[in-house]
């Protein structure tokens, strides 16, 4: 009996978010609750996030590369935010680092027994579902939040 008789297009399982994704929304809530402009150096967030500075390169380059951060070159150069935190979405992220998460691989075009399949339907409603939840979070928001954490009570204006 075969399991499976759709399509995978390589890097894609159900729902499998890696550390890119993970470590990537990470780096762009630091780079959020830096301010507005305020570079930072590849070093200062892989120490921060507990990354090494190679991994976090990876994922800035792929970001850059999205759009979604740029680099500031100089002495006191390094990595911002190349939109505004509250017009990115962690969707955004995910999608730049890791390319388009499916629950489920039939989802793609071409499933041979998609005209059959009756539980496609309920795959498409939680895909749905979860394309909602990660476009409806902005990194402005898990900026804000993360700031509220370190220092309760007292009011952040940095974003």
Do not use: N
Not at 37 to 55: F, H, L
């Amino acid at each position: 009996m075969e399991l499976d008789s759709c399509p995978h297009r390589e890097g894609m399982g159900m729902a499998d978010l890696s550390t890119k994704g993970r470590y990537a929304a990470r780096i762009m809530v630091c780079l959020a609750s830096r301010g507005t402009g305020v570079p930072a150096k590849k070093r200062e967030i892989a120490e921060q996030e507990g990354i090494s500075p190679d991994y976090a390169e990876q994922l800035l380059l792929k970001l850059r590369a999205h759009g979604l951060v740029r680099s500031v070159r100089g002495a006191h150069g390094g990595f911002v935010l190349d939109r505004p935190a509250h017009a990115i979405t962690v969707k955004d992220v995910i999608e730049a680092t890791e390319g388009a998460i499916l629950l489920a691989p039939c989802l793609l075009a071409g499933c041979s027994r998609s005209s059959e399949c009756v539980t496609q339907g309920v795959w498409r409603k939680a895909q749905a579902a979860l394309d909602g939840v990660l476009a409806s979070v902005t990194i402005g928001e898990l900026a804000e939040e993360a700031c509220a954490r370190r220092s309760p009570g007292v009011p952040s204006y940095a974003i």
